[in-house]
Every structure is written in C-alpha cells, then in structure tokens.
C-alpha cells in the first residue's frame, strides 16, 4: 500500500511539474534558456559544481527534489531543441554507435545462450537468466565532448550528464518501464534460437524518430536511441553530447527448491 501511495505522489509530483514547464514551451528562447539555467542552478545547489565529485551516495538524500528537477529540464531542453547541421551529424554518429553496440550485444548474448542449451547443466542449476547491459559512464571530462552550439544555451552538460547517470542507480518506483537501473536492458531466454535472438524486431527498417523532438530525416533512429532519451531521460541534446557507452552480458544461474514436496 505504501509503494503504490508513493507512486501516487511521485505520479502527482510528475504532472505538476510538466504543467509548470509548459508555460515555458510558447515563451522566447532567452526567456526558456533563463528558465533552463535557474533549473541547472538549483541541481548545482545540491550537487556542487564538480561532475567528478558527484557520487550517487551522496545524492540520494536529494533523490525526488533531483528527479524532478531534471525532468523539467528534460522537457524544456528537449522543447528547446533545434535540428542544426552540426547536431544532425552528431546525432548520425551516435545512433550508428548505439546501433551497433545493440547488435554486438545480442550477437554476444546468443553465442552464451547457444552454449548453455548445448552444455551440460550443473545439477544444482534449474534455470538460467541472461541479461544483457547497455547505459552510459561519465569517466571524466572527455566522457561529454562539446559542440559549437553549448553557449547558445548555457547548460553545463557534463554535470547535467553525471547526475543524470547517477539518478539511473538509485532505485525509484517503477512506472512499467523495462529500462531500469543503470543503463537498458535487453533478455533473453537462454533455450531461444540463437537466430531469434539475433532478430531484433524493433530495428525493422522504420524509424523511432517519432520519440524525439524533430525528425531527422534521412536517418533511421534506431530503437536503442530512441530509448536513451525515453527510457533513461536523457534530453536530445545530452545524448548528442555522450561519448562514453559500455555494455555487458550477466548470466545468473538460479537454483529453486521447496521445503515440502
């Protein structure tokens, strides 16, 4: 009962803040980038300015004023947000990187669940989980690479960036949404055909572009980038600006047992 009166508030939280916000979306650019940096300065107040001093233990305590801040500028910047050549071609850059590392991790995750069907299994062992990983890692100031067009706007991105990251590994309720944790998500079932695993079908040919706030024409957005700015939050213009990806597979082997039978 508890949970679902926080997820309540949280619900309730999260639309009040989007109300607000939006009495920004028909303003003046300044008047939005004011907006936008009077949000910044108020995340600033409770993280320090040093994006490499920002440890998720330390902000936890902050967690729901954080969460909510940086929602409002998830939505102001993403409002913000204007198609330049320079942002196109990164955007082509990043979701070919993203599209890839999606493919390689489902390649790696086939090949283990194909090992584990054909290998003997442990007698201990009932089943198994795979999982596959795929998020962003704020390592230091060459994680976020700039771009021409930073001082149009003013954020600080590299520290926008880092709580962002840092928010991702702090548990929070859950809202249906698959992607949580510190980066996406992807599993499989270890007795699947390693062709069907291999066989993304949210990467048919058609564009996610719908998720984000211009199209892109002429490029084909992959479904791991679309996520990056639906599932993870971060605005357009943050994702253009991350250069540090990484992924992993975890196996877990699980055991079951009963005390009576």
């Known amino acids: 009962m508890e949970n679902k009166n926080n997820m ?6 999260r639309h009040a803040c ?4 939006s009495l920004l979306f028909g303003q003046p650019f300044e008047r939005q980038r004011e907006a936008l940096l009077d949000m910044e300065g108020k995340v600033r107040a409770f993280v320090g300015g040093d994006p490499e001093e920002v440890l998720c233990h330390n902000i936890k305590p902050h967690d729901r004023e954080l969460r909510l801040l940086m929602l409002q500028r998830f939505w102001l ?3 913000m947000f204007k198609e330049t050549p320079e942002a196109y071609e990164r955007m082509r850059k990043v979701n070919q990187r993203l599209y890839d590392m999606t493919r390689q991790l489902h390649e790696q995750m086939a090949d283990i669940c194909e090992k584990l069907a054909k290998g003997p299994r442990p007698s201990f062992v009932d089943d198994y989980e795979v999982k596959g990983v795929l998020g962003f890692s704020y390592d230091d100031k060459e994680s976020v690479s700039p771009m021409t067009i930073d001082h149009d706007y ?12 840092c928010l991702w590994g702090i548990e929070r309720p859950n809202f249906g949404s698959s992607y949580l944790g510190m980066g996406l998500e992807f599993h499989c079932r270890y007795d699947e055909a ?3 695993i291999l066989h993304d079908g949210l990467d048919d040919g058609i564009s996610w ?3 984000l706030p211009t199209p892109f024409e002429g490029l084909c957005i992959c479904h791991t980038t679309a996520a990056f700015v639906r599932d ?14 990484w992924s992993e597979v975890n196996v877990a082997y699980q055991h079951f047992s009963q005390q009576l039978s």
Do not use: W
């Open 232 to 245: 993870l939050h971060y605005p357009v213009f943050d994702l253009l600006h991350l250069n540090d990806f």
């Open 77 to 79: 910047l993403n409002r």
């Open 209 to 211: 572009a719908h998720e």
């Open 18 to 21: 989007h109300e607000h916000v």
């Open 8 to 13: 309540i508030d949280e619900l309730e939280a």
């Open 154 to 165: 003013g954020s600080d991105y590299p520290l926008m960036v880092k709580v962002n990251e």
């Open 194 to 196: 390693k062709e069907d």
